[in-house]
């Protein structure tokens, strides 16, 4: 049943949508079907226009075991199965369809196949699907969030777990969902249990009406729920409410219905809108519909704010960005109200957002089949980050399954909350189940850094190292000891930069650049070899006067980027090296040569060797704490270049950064 508020959010839209797509278009049937079949289509298309898919699918089906097909008839038919939560059954249909005729059909379908798939968690054919939808659709942020979260569902794995979901009796055979708190320890919730001869023509039940069920010690009673009095229910449809935390207000989603009168858009269609209640006597009165909504679009799904000062919606309302969006509204003294406002991309998507949910700490909780998720709807929560910026992130399983997962709500307190799901195994077409919050979401980036410490040589494991990390201004972020198995570890940042130091006599000291990603909740292996440390002493044969350390030390190269002096990330962890070399050997000197690549002029290039020389040697005097006298530098500019790119000489980028280096010579 929620399928239905939720489609009809677009009902603006569905107009030039069915003209284009749906539309009655009889040239498109071939003239070899016969006058029978022609009447039969006619009648489904006017049941699909009126949004009666059933029926429409009924006749649909009936032609195509005929042996009838086209691109519309399969078009509908997917269409009638997905629209009203059947993905797993939408999949035959839009499978041929696309195989077809994919020609024919809009890159939407890419996306609606994709997410029926997942509904059989058919979860690699899906994104096979997706990869087509993101390379016709590539400025679409469903497929950007695709390609930007390939790996989404390692991350709903890592994510799972964290609720213990239960089933619970207050279900009927028919659709029960949108579960919210009021202020006498209840649930009240949608349900078309109602007995009621009036059904509606999207799937054949019966129209919602909101009930109550008490709460006793965090479990809901088996006594049987109430329709909620007053004058809030009517013969048409109800749900989503939100209350006031003195109970006495509620806000909730209604067919289009003031004063006994069905209000329709100029195309004949009930859209929804928002509703206030009074609580007065024992029952609800005083019902109004709030001034922002419209005949023109739909407005539903209220959520209030924890101090009540503001109520979250869903609508398709101008400005929308998909089928609905997620909206705000300032909720004013006189019962006034602000001027609602979209709560941007990092929400909103081309697909379905709706369903808001917000909790004491402010985090909103919402559905969504637009962010990447395991089908249909997910549930999502937002984390806000400043005035205006979000992050998203999937709740996981068991909350999430490959159906619909929405109207998600959380006592924060206690940990406890509801969410309704159509997922196999419950009593009706929607229910409602309770969980119980057994562990905190991950709602930052968190990576991790490991490996094993061992020689270079005789690839022993070497326990009892300190490792410290570092942070790209060189400051000490974190320090550990390797343990028996020489093992370490660190929890660091996502998209950050980091030196990892370890250092121990008799070696040399080890500095290792690293960056982390940002993919959530990933382990990098960062394995340390130590070399022996005779490799240090100038009075070896391995380091004489006039050689340059880069090579025996087995260090990298210091590179410079184009016109700039600054020292790079990886350039710095390799300079702590020369740092540590110069302190282990009080005696050692070293002459520090810049070199530039051949572009530019010969006096620029000059000029700018001696920038990225003085930037080299101020680095290890003022970072390494090495006296000046220890450590000199020349710039040579353009004048030795170790390969052929001369002024005039075609060479790629690599190779011209090839020339621009820093050489470490040992000096008297």
């Known amino acids: 049943m929620k399928n239905f508020y939720l489609f009809t959010y677009s009902k603006s839209e569905r107009y030039s949508y069915h003209y284009l797509l749906f539309g009655i278009c009889f040239a498109i049937f071939s003239q070899a079907i016969s006058q029978e079949q022609n009447k039969q289509l006619t009648k489904a298309d006017e049941n699909f226009e009126a949004l009666a898919y059933i029926n429409a699918r009924d006749i649909y089906l009936n032609v195509a075991r005929q042996g009838y097909s086209s691109a519309d008839l399969y078009r509908k038919l997917a269409d009638s199965f997905y629209f009203t939560g059947e993905p797993e059954k939408s999949v035959e249909w839009y499978e041929k369809l696309i195989n077809n005729y994919e020609k024919d059909i809009k890159p939407e379908y890419l996306f609606r196949y994709a997410q029926s798939l997942k509904s059989l968690e058919r979860y690699s054919d899906s994104d096979a699907i997706m990869e087509r939808f993101n390379t016709i659709m590539g400025n679409d942020k469903?497929?950007?969030?695709?390609?930007?979260?390939?790996?989404?569902?390692?991350?709903?794995e890592k994510q799972s777990g964290r609720y213990e979901v239960f089933?619970?009796?207050?279900?009927?055979?028919?659709?029960?969902?949108?579960?919210?708190?009021?202020?006498?320890?209840?649930?009240?919730?949608?349900?078309?249990?109602?007995?009621?001869?009036?059904?509606?023509?999207?799937?054949?039940?019966?129209?919602?009406?909101?009930?109550?069920?008490?709460?006793?010690?965090?479990?809901?009673?088996?006594?049987?729920?109430?329709?909620?009095?007053?004058?809030?229910?009517?013969k048409f449809h109800e749900s989503s409410t939100s209350?006031?935390?003195?109970?006495?207000?509620?806000?909730?989603?209604?067919?289009?219905?003031?004063?006994?009168?069905?209000?329709?858009?100029?195309?004949?269609?009930?859209?929804?809108?928002?509703?206030?209640?009074?609580?007065?006597?024992?029952?609800?009165?005083?019902?109004?519909?709030?001034?922002?909504?419209?005949?023109?679009?739909?407005?539903?799904?209220?959520?209030?704010?924890?101090?009540?000062?503001?109520?979250?919606?869903?609508?398709?309302?101008?400005?929308?960005?998909?089928?609905?969006?997620?909206?705000?509204?300032?909720?004013?003294?006189?019962?006034?109200?602000?001027?609602?406002?979209?709560?941007?991309?990092?929400?909103?998507?081309?697909?379905?957002?709706?369903?808001?949910?917000?909790?004491?700490?402010?985090?909103?909780y919402f559905a969504s089949d637009g962010h990447v998720g395991l089908g249909g709807l997910d549930v999502f929560v937002a984390i806000k980050e400043d005035y205006d910026s979000y992050k998203v992130f999937n709740v996981g399983k068991p909350v999430n399954s490959s159906k619909d997962d929405f109207t998600f709500v959380l006592d924060e307190e206690n940990k406890v909350g509801y969410f309704a799901s159509n997922r196999t195994g419950g009593k009706g077409n929607d229910d409602i189940y309770s969980f119980r919050q057994i562990e905190d979401l991950i709602t930052e980036c968190r990576e991790y850094i490991k490996g094993i410490i061992t020689d270079n040589e005789t690839k022993e494991i070497m326990p009892g190292v300190e490792v410290t990390l570092l942070d790209f201004n060189g400051v000490i972020v974190d320090q550990v000891t390797s343990d028996s198995n020489g093992a370490y570890s660190f929890e660091v940042d996502c998209d950050t930069q980091y030196i990892?130091?370890?250092?121990?006599?008799?070696?040399?000291?080890?500095?290792?650049?690293?960056?982390?990603?940002?993919?959530?909740?990933t382990t990098a292996n960062v394995s340390i070899e130590f070399k022996k440390e005779e490799l240090l002493s100038t009075e070896s044969e391995a380091v004489t006067l006039g050689d340059d350390i880069v090579k025996p030390l087995q260090l990298n190269t210091i590179f410079f980027d184009l016109d700039t002096d600054e020292i790079r990330p990886d350039a710095e962890a390799d300079l702590q090296k020369v740092i540590a070399v110069m302190n282990q050997n009080p005696k050692l000197k070293l002459e520090v040569r810049s070199h530039t690549d051949s572009r530019s002029s010969y006096w620029y290039n000059k000029k700018l060797s001696v920038k990225r020389m003085r930037a080299t040697v101020r680095y290890i005097i003022r970072k390494g704490g090495i006296h000046w006298k220890r450590i000199r530098g020349k710039a040579y500019g353009e004048r030795k270049l170790i390969n052929e790119c001369a002024d005039g000489v075609p060479c790629s980028e690599e190779k011209h950064q090839e020339n621009r280096r820093s050489e470490f010579i040992v000096i008297n």
């Open 500 to 521: 990892i130091r370890t250092s121990i006599d008799g070696y040399n000291p080890n500095d290792t650049a690293f960056k982390s990603n940002d993919t959530y909740e």
């Open 243 to 364: 209350f006031s935390k003195d109970g006495k207000t509620v806000y909730f989603t209604r067919n289009n219905y003031t004063n006994n009168k069905l209000g329709k858009n100029k195309k004949g269609v009930v859209l929804l809108k928002l509703y206030k209640g009074t609580f007065i006597n024992g029952k609800w009165s005083n019902i109004k519909e709030l001034s922002f909504n419209s005949d023109n679009y739909s407005i539903s799904h209220p959520a209030l704010s924890p101090d009540g000062k503001q109520l979250y919606f869903a609508s398709d309302m101008p400005g929308t960005r998909g089928k609905s969006d997620l909206f705000v509204v300032d909720i004013l003294p006189g019962g006034k109200y602000g001027t609602p406002k979209n709560l941007g991309d990092d929400i909103n998507t081309e697909g379905r957002e709706t369903f808001p949910y917000i909790s004491d700490d402010h985090s909103l």
């Open 142 to 156: 469903r497929a950007k969030s695709f390609t930007d979260k390939r790996d989404y569902l390692n991350f709903i």
């Open 167 to 234: 089933t619970l009796d207050i279900n009927s055979k028919y659709s029960d969902y949108a579960p919210s708190f009021n202020n006498k320890g209840q649930i009240v919730f949608a349900s078309s249990r109602s007995k009621n001869s009036k059904v509606h023509e999207w799937n054949r039940m019966p129209f919602l009406d909101l009930f109550s069920s008490s709460i006793k010690e965090n479990k809901i009673s088996n006594e049987k729920p109430e329709k909620l009095k007053g004058k809030i229910n009517t």
